[in-house]
């Protein structure tokens, strides 16, 4: 897994990318559940997935159901299609606000 | 680059158990992503050669690849490395029946991953979810019905996120609406995560229904591995016996039979 965080439009962008397993999805756990510990709108981007396990997905619902209690929001953006059929699969794809992009996430 | 290797390699496997041998020299592959169901009557091996797979039970001779591992050449570290990325739904279900299904489902997690109890939790949850048991995370197994515990168990096979997933008997006992509920459970997870799945059943219809290929066993040897259409159109009678649940005669000499009942 590689990973970088950057900002767009108020929100902190986790953008993740790579096989997302157990050896690494602690890691993706922690740097969404810091920028929402900010207090910051946080959006991952997941167009660079090659792999998710259920471990990254637990990551993702952590995360926002941790938004949620913050009162902040939380979003995926430009689901890759290896992260969309696991995301299906746990019917998580009906749960979580997924967008094309920041931009259509904004507007 | 060479190609990558496939999930399974079984070669010249022999195996039995003390001096009675049940498997004749069976060579199989499995590729990565493939669904591969193993049929035959009782008695012809396909539990044997199941153990074998799964390390419960030492060939006699023959070497089993998994994932590219010789099973016969690890040290236990490596055996455990490779375990992780296996799992293994019996056909009894084997949950622990002092732990609620949730526990029994986040066993494999707290023993082979460094997780946080949040996560682990949601995993556990999200699995329950995958096989239609979601809510039932704090019964114990000896409140759920024969279908019940069977997802229970594929949801504890699946904990880990396996590459390589077996499964045994999944239809045995159950109805025929529920087991083709778990058929399309098999095709989904393949398709989503890329799952190497070996299916052992006798059941017919769920084979034909997931099968990528098929190896039908008989006593002990692999009678015909290939696709649905190459099993279905087969020649060999033992083959289309299987298929058409024809019952077999039964060769034996009066010679033999009398010394057979007399215990000679």
Redo the contacts between chains.
Sequence with gaps: MSYKVTTDSGYAIVHLSGDI??SC??EA?KLILERLAAGKHTLVDLSGVT?I???G???L??GYQTARKKNLQFGLIAVSEAAM??L?????DKVFPIHASVADRVK | MNAPSPAIEVENLVAGYGNRRILHDVTLRVGSGEIMIIMGGSGSGKSTLLRNLLGLDRPSSGTIRLLGRDTGRLNAAERLELQRNIGVSFQGGALLSSLTVGENVALPLREHARLADETIGVMVRVKLEVVNLGGFEHMMPAQLSGGMVKRAALARALAMDPKLLFFDEPSAGLDPVVSSELDDLILKLRDALGMTVVVVTHELESAFKIADRITVLDHGKVLISGTVDDVRNADSERVQDLLHRRSRPVHLSADDYMRRLAGE
């Design positions: 397993d157990l999805s602690p756990r792999y396990d259920s471990s997905i637990a990551s619902v952590e059929s696991v299906e699969l746990a019917r998580l």
